[in-house]
């Protein structure tokens, strides 16, 4: 882009995450607060338009860019607020049972709507680039490749065939991990309170001295290698107990979580890290024999 365009843009897309971070810190179970995300996307969304229509990109690669990184950042934030909304509407009252059964509902229609686009998913997270001309350039748009119909009626100034998909893969996301916390509070709920005889009260006392960060990445792993229990175990419930043993508040770990998914580089840091420092003391050890 020229540095024009690419200022604009830049500066209405650092308002924005700093407007949405707000609210995503705050109760989204509140209509109030998934009301203010729609309106905060859709006039980002718009001041992006009135840009894009009005500045030309200096080179495809720009518009690449734009239409696949930047335009989906903000219209997934757009979708997961609408869907958001009108889930706080329609959500069953009464019983816990009731409630996980709807969000399971919720979570599969997730499933099936990502069954139907596999092929781009794969494409789109293995950061493939040899298709990206014909998905995010406007005016490219290639009748084989695109099955999303709902492209054919968008504004073709500010869409081209793929953008949309990648926006709700991205939205799709940030539900998921919304429910699974959902869940995991109703789970919670229903989980009897340690007793002070639990051998978790022997481990108390025992401080976590990196952070909060790394702990999810230790938990996470813990859980996918199928080390406790045969990888059976919920994530919420490893987490509970570290929480419990370290008297440390993780917060939100489904958003940590997705946080270190979307590392640039060297998303097992902290992994890497342990691993690097074992076979340091161990070398360390050797030489004293």
Not at 117 to 129: G, H, M, R, S, W
Not at 166 to 176: E, G, K, P, R, Y
Not at 221 to 242: D, Y
Not at 258 to 283: A, H, V, W
Request: a neutral charge; charged letters at 30%; aromatic letters at 10%.
């Amino acid at each position: 882009m020229s540095q024009n365009i690419e200022s604009q843009i830049e500066k209405v897309l650092i308002t924005f995450r700093k407007e949405i971070h707000k609210i995503e810190e705050s109760d989204l179970s509140e209509s109030e607060n998934s009301s203010l995300g729609i309106q905060i996307s859709r006039n980002c969304l718009q001041q992006l338009r009135l840009i894009v229509r009005d500045t030309p990109f200096q080179s495809v690669q720009d518009e690449i860019n734009f239409f696949k990184e930047q335009k989906p950042h903000v219209y997934a934030r757009l979708k997961f607020f609408v869907t958001l909304h009108k889930n706080i509407l329609e959500k069953p009252k009464g019983s816990i049972t009731r409630k996980r059964k709807y969000i399971d509902e919720q979570l599969e229609k997730i499933e099936r709507r990502r069954k139907s686009n596999l092929d781009f998913e794969k494409y789109y997270l293995q950061k493939e680039t040899k298709l990206d001309k014909y998905y995010f350039v406007r005016g490219k748009d290639s009748l084989e490749l695109i099955s999303d119909t709902s492209h054919y009626y968008t504004d073709p100034e500010f869409s081209t065939s793929h953008d949309n998909m990648v926006a709700q893969i991205i939205a799709s996301d940030l539900l998921i991990n919304h429910y699974n916390f959902e869940l995991d509070y109703l789970r919670r709920k229903e989980l009897q309170p340690f007793s002070d005889d639990s051998p978790i009260k022997a481990l108390e006392g025992l401080s976590w001295s990196a952070s909060k960060t790394d702990l999810v990445e230790l938990i996470y792993a813990l859980q996918a290698s199928g080390a406790i229990e045969g990888g059976n175990a919920e994530i919420k419930r490893i987490a509970t107990i570290c929480e419990k043993i370290f008297s440390i508040d993780l917060g939100n770990f489904y958003r940590t979580y997705l946080e270190i998914r979307e590392r640039k580089m060297d998303r097992t840091s902290f992994l890497n890290n342990m691993k690097s420092s074992l076979n340091k003391k161990m070398e360390d050890d050797d030489s004293k024999y």
